[in-house]
């Protein structure tokens, strides 16, 4: 007996995958159609791609009590007019197809409670579900390569056995004397009424490009996960009356109320690291019908309840795999070929989860709540997984996905670790009461579109020739054909073969003698004696004729073969020549390949060697670049600091000079103030010497209310250094201050800033400026317009009297991008009466009450500084002092 060679699944481990594409998690969503007693629908298909869903009315899903309308896109969307059989196209017949070509898949339901997962799974007589059809179109397209049973054998390690014919015979034999009589033959069986026609003869599918030349078998196996535990709804319970008795949640009660787990299956992982339900019954079908039944037996055993959502209520997440064992025929195609590399296994599962629901809405209790605690539970670890394995993939991050926290997730994690296709079904019940718990399931799927899954590796090309079977069964009809045109088969029997040969004899006379006296007819028969003699006397002749042919023939064919063994003889004896040819020529050819390593390793060694060479110099002569362009830096950087140090003391050096030009004339001015203020003394002093001496002088005539003209000011007589403006009264002297021409009667544009607080004189002569800017308030906008500034400044001079100056001065631009302005020259206009009053006058408006200087004087103090404003600012313009000291009273 030949060992039983163990399978191998095509699947490799999730830490090296089988391939660099990867693919979504395809996501399809299906809506259900309204009950009678609903009314109002939360939901809208937009597309065949998406839906809508608006809240019902009463609910406010915003803070600011607005209806928010929400829009979801899927694969596709299946609404409620469409058919079993369009889902099924769409949905579960890629992945049969990819089953049969040797890829893995996994498709599962997902959805609030009562949304119709089980009744898209599984289906109802006349509409049958995706299971139904998907075991229709294996079948149909592997039923004619089917192997017979057996041959292939389930290990308990999650492989696939295969064993040859005669062991399979053995097999067969001995499973059936086990096994009781069936109730009802196995091909006329009674079909379940809640299964029967479930799928129309006309709505069969088969896939095209099967494997002809490998033969099939498919096993298929159905547990449930109930509270986190897994169960195996094929196995056979035997009733034992040891054993407490069950309660309804399928936990063993006992006396003292101690919760003890009932006795369920554990996950293990096989040698290629895929996780698999140890010790589950894995059943060998060979129809679509006999699958089916398999699936409802255990169908009857899966836990649901009746709860106030739904009538029939799944409390387990039920788990149908369907195995799919392929190996390829041997050369002959004959036999399946007995080599254990050879075997592929794929599988799908189907899975059908649970509905997750509110224990407020369904009214559950007890054991029922314990029931959606689990259920809730599990779905929200496969959320979280799916979770993880989106933020690894669009982040980038390496987080543990935690699969082990429940069954569900542990069981499928070789899909999502790239073992096959992962699709999904979202049932949506449209009823308003559902619309929270959907707007969850929607988000779920969502989140899960955004997750990819790696594709699964082709199935391998074993390299044998095409269309074997073929061939093998069209050689064994031409050999009938032969063999019946031969005169029938070789297990012919010898009566027959006798028979044909007497036939070919001439038939015997009538021998029947009436009469003594008769003399015909045995001459007659002595005559056919005779010549039948004749005819086997030829015959025999001819037959030692054939021998002898057939023996020259033979030792013809003897001496022939005698001497091509002679010549075969010779040629070995030649090829053995050859071969020591051969072996000397491979020993010196060893030879010569071993001083080809010994000169391509010093010829390595040396590339090495030059490569080093080369690294460094490259590496000296970047490092001496380096230097220099670090040297010719420095020199720039020096340069430029040079050039900078040259402008900063060029610009020291200028500052300082206008600032000693400017304490210059603050000082000659202080020095004039004090000669005019010596002078107005004098003059005082010479006018009170000549009214004492002068006898019977008038008096002086009453002071008008209008201000007396202005004296002539010190500027006039002093010798000028500036431009000065020529009073605008004349005085009485005869003396002609002599003066330069302003530069106002030039062209450049002036800023004219004459304060609020000036007062009109009224006088003939006006200072009149052209193409001049009035402002109350120097502004940045006015000064970066204007080349020139003045400023008309009131003040009340020693006499009492009211004099102008009109302040002049340059508009600069600073290096901050704005304006200053530098005083250049000062002009002063005045009015006096024809004869001077022998006191000082006072002026109600420049003086207080008090005595002390009036607003004129804060206005001196004004004009004796700079004004400067900096680019982009929004205050107002900045003030600096230019050294033109107050006047002081004398």
Not at 329 to 342: P, T
Not at 520 to 548: D, F, G, S, V, W
Not at 551 to 572: A, C, P, R, V
Not at 645 to 662: A, F, I, N, P
Request: positive net charge; contains cysteine; hydrophobic residues 30%.
């Amino acid at each position: 007996m030949n060992r039983q060679a163990k399978g191998r699944t095509p699947r490799r481990p999730p830490r090296n995958p089988p391939s660099s594409q990867k693919d979504p998690v395809g996501v399809y969503c299906r809506v259900r159609p309204l009950g009678v007693e609903d009314e109002e629908c939360c939901i809208d298909v937009i597309s065949s791609t998406t839906i809508q869903l608006h809240a019902p009315e009463g609910f406010k899903t915003n803070r600011n009590g607005e209806y928010k309308e929400t829009q979801y896109s899927f694969k596709k969307v299946f609404g409620i007019s469409i058919s079993q059989i369009e889902l099924f196209e769409h949905v579960a017949k890629p992945l049969v197809e990819d089953l049969i070509h040797g890829k893995n898949g996994l498709l599962f339901t997902y959805g609030v409670t009562g949304s119709g997962k089980t009744f898209t799974m599984t289906g109802s007589p006349g509409q049958g579900g995706l299971l139904p059809r998907s075991l229709d179109m294996i079948f149909n397209s592997i039923g004619p390569y089917q192997t017979k049973r057996y041959v292939f054998k389930t290990d308990d390690k999650n492989g696939m056995e295969i064993q040859n014919e005669v062991d399979a015979l053995l097999e067969r034999q001995r499973r059936e004397n086990n096994l009781p009589a069936p109730k009802t033959t196995s091909s006329r069986q009674k079909i379940d009424p809640e299964i029967a026609d479930m799928i129309q003869p006309e709505e069969a599918y088969k896939t095209d490009g099967v494997d002809e030349d490998s033969s099939y078998s498919v096993f298929v196996s159905y547990v449930e996960i109930y509270n986190n535990y897994i169960y195996d709804l094929l196995e056979e319970t035997q009733e034992d009356v040891i054993k407490p008795k069950w309660n309804g949640g399928g936990t063993p009660v006992r006396q003292n109320t101690e919760f003890i787990p009932p006795q369920s299956k554990i996950l293990r992982e096989d040698q290629n690291h895929n996780m698999y339900v140890a010790g589950c019954m894995e059943v060998e079908v060979k129809s679509a019908e006999e699958t089916f039944q398999v699936f409802w037996r255990g169908q009857k055993k899966r836990k649901v309840a009746n709860t106030r959502l739904n009538r029939e209520s799944s409390r387990s997440h039920s788990v149908f795999i369907i195995k799919l064992a392929q190996a390829p025929l041997d050369a002959d195609g004959d036999n399946i070929l007995q080599d254990k590399n050879q075997v592929t296994v794929s599988q799908l599962c189907l899975v059908d989860l649970a509905g997750s629901e509110r224990t407020g809405r369904t009214g559950a209790e007890g054991t029922r709540i314990r029931e959606a605690g689990n259920i809730n539970q599990s779905l929200l670890n496969l959320r979280t997984c799916m979770e993880v394995l989106r933020e690894n993939q669009m982040c980038g991050t390496n987080r543990m996905v935690p699969y082990r926290d429940s069954k569900v997730t542990h069981l499928f994690k070789n899909y999502f670790d790239g073992e096959g296709k992962v699709r999904m079904v979202v049932n949506v019940n449209p009823k308003a009461d559902d619309y929270e718990e959907t707007l969850l399931v929607m988000r779920f799927a969502e989140m899960t579109q955004e997750v990819e899954v790696a594709r699964p590796a082709d199935k391998p090309i074993w390299g044998f020739t095409p269309g074997r079977r073929n061939r093998n069964q069209a050689f064994k009809d031409e050999l009938s054909r032969k063999l019946e045109e031969r005169g029938g088969p070789i297990e012919r029997d010898l009566s027959s073969a006798l028979n044909h040969l007497v036939s070919s004899l001439p038939p015997l006379p009538s021998s029947e003698v009436t009469d003594p006296h008769d003399e015909i007819t045995l001459p007659r028969l002595i005559e056919a004696l005779q010549n039948r003699h004749r005819i086997r006397q030829m015959m025999i002749e001819e037959y030692n004729k054939a021998a002898i042919m057939m023996k020259s023939t033979l030792q013809n064919m003897d001496s022939n073969l005698i001497s091509k063994d002679t010549f075969i003889h010779e040629l070995n004896g030649k090829l053995m020549e050859k071969d020591k040819v051969v072996q000397s020529n491979k020993a010196e050819i060893e030879r010569l390949e071993k001083k080809n390593k010994l000169l391509e390793h010093k010829f390595d060694i040396l590339q090495k060697t030059t490569k080093t060479y080369e690294v460094d110099k490259r590496s000296l002569q970047q490092e001496l670049e380096t230097r220099e362009q670090r040297l010719q830096r420095e020199l720039n950087e020096k340069r430029r600091m040079e050039q900078r140090l040259h402008g900063v003391v060029s610009d020291t050096q200028h500052k300082w000079e206008k600032e000693c030009e400017r304490r210059v004339n603050a000082k000659q001015m202080e020095m004039q103030n004090k000669l005019w203020v010596k002078d107005e003394k004098l003059k005082q002093l010479k006018a009170i010497v000549t009214e004492g001496k002068t006898p019977g002088r008038p008096d002086p005539p009453p002071r008008q209310t209008q201000p007396p003209p202005q004296r002539p000011s010190r500027d006039e007589r002093l010798p000028a250094k500036r431009s000065a403006s020529p009073s605008p009264i004349p005085t009485t002297t005869p003396v002609r201050p002599m003066h330069r021409r302003s530069h106002s009667a030039g062209g450049e544009k002036w800023v004219d800033h004459k304060p609020a607080s000036s007062l009109d004189l009224g006088t003939v002569m006006q200072p009149v400026i052209p193409n001049a800017i009035q402002v109350s308030t120097p502004s940045e906008k006015a000064l970066s317009k204007c080349d020139r500034y003045v400023l008309t400044h009131q003040e009340i001079a020693s006499d009492g009297e009211i004099r102008t100056q009109l302040i002049k001065g340059d508009v600069l631009k600073t290096r901050g991008g704005g304006q200053s302005v530098q005083f250049t020259d000062i002009e002063t206009l005045k009015q006096q009466l024809a004869a001077a009053p022998g006191r000082k006058r006072k002026s109600s408006e420049g003086t207080s009450g008090d005595g002390s200087d009036g607003v004129w004087t804060d206005v001196e103090t004004r004009c004796a500084v700079g004004m400067g404003m900096r680019a982009g600012s929004n205050m107002g313009p900045g003030l600096e002092h230019q050294g033109i000291t107050k006047r002081r009273k004398p």
